[in-house]
């Protein structure tokens, strides 16, 4: 089956049943390894099911999904209720959820990451540069078998590093929380989903910046606040990474930044004024265009250097986004 069919299979096979996707019939289909583990979920998801029950209607095998992924949040009463998809992304795919009593707020958002086969990666090689991989805890690798697999992208290796990218977006909203910068409040990270303040109501999820046109006096007002926090950021030595309005939300007048999981730590990584430069460049992009007079590199290098980093030659953008190694080289040889 390929990756697309398996794709498909989680957006909308609503027939399918247990029986048929167990994982003995699997392996006679000459099913991948990976595949038959999806299977399993599938199957032991069948069994928390009867536990758990939501409001939401999925298809049957993203329910499956779903179930096996938030078992434990709601287990440990963070979750009551699966109320509706918020949004499917390449990546995870974001649910309206009901709090459960660990809950300080009614809703709270689910960002449930597809598992790393079915993945659609973004060019995380150039992110992950400088950055120490984080355990399913959110802590620093510390077992050397975890390590070794890591470096050698054994099969375990990459999902070690797929839950990696998943802690450091946890880590990364936690850190910026706490130092008031505009990011959803996050409350926990257990298996591939983390569980965060919902921007929205009951009704309506809040759109993106992207989608919503302001007066003058608003996009100005949006700007400083939206600069505020990049600053902000860059004092707790962050980077976004992937920056732009539509990263960004817009609820009742205030912004909320979202989707950390490419952070970049400035010092440790060699393109890191490049991925500055191009997410200033972006939020300016759009303020622009709602009539805000700015400069995204004047911008970019005032508050660069003004937290001690220094501009240095850029990387040709083509490189950075290479995905052929041969094309990382070219920047990866400046570390
Ligand atoms: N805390 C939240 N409250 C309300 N909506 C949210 C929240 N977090 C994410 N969303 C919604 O889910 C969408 C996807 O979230 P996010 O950008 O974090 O994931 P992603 O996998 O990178 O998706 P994409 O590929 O669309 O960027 C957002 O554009 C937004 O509409
Ligand atoms: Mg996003």
Redesign the pocket.
Known sequence: MSKNKLLELYEEIDDLDAAELAPKRLSQKRESRKQVMDAKVFVRAQEVSREFKFTYKAARFEEAWLLDSLADIAQHQWISDVLRKVKG?KEASVYLCKSGVAVDAPLVAAKVYRPRSLRNLKNDQQYRVGRIDLDEDGHALWKQADINAVAKRTSYGEEVRHQSWIAYEFRTLETLYEAGVDVPKPYAMEKNAILMGFVGDLEYSAPALVAVSLELDEAKRLYDRTVYNIDLMLAQNRIHG?LSA??ILYWNGDITL??FPQVVLPESNPASWNIFLRDVTRVCQYFSAQGVRCDGRKLATELWTSHGHKVVKEIDPRYLDAEKPEDRKVWEKQK
């Open positions: 992304g992937d539509y990263n979202i989707d």
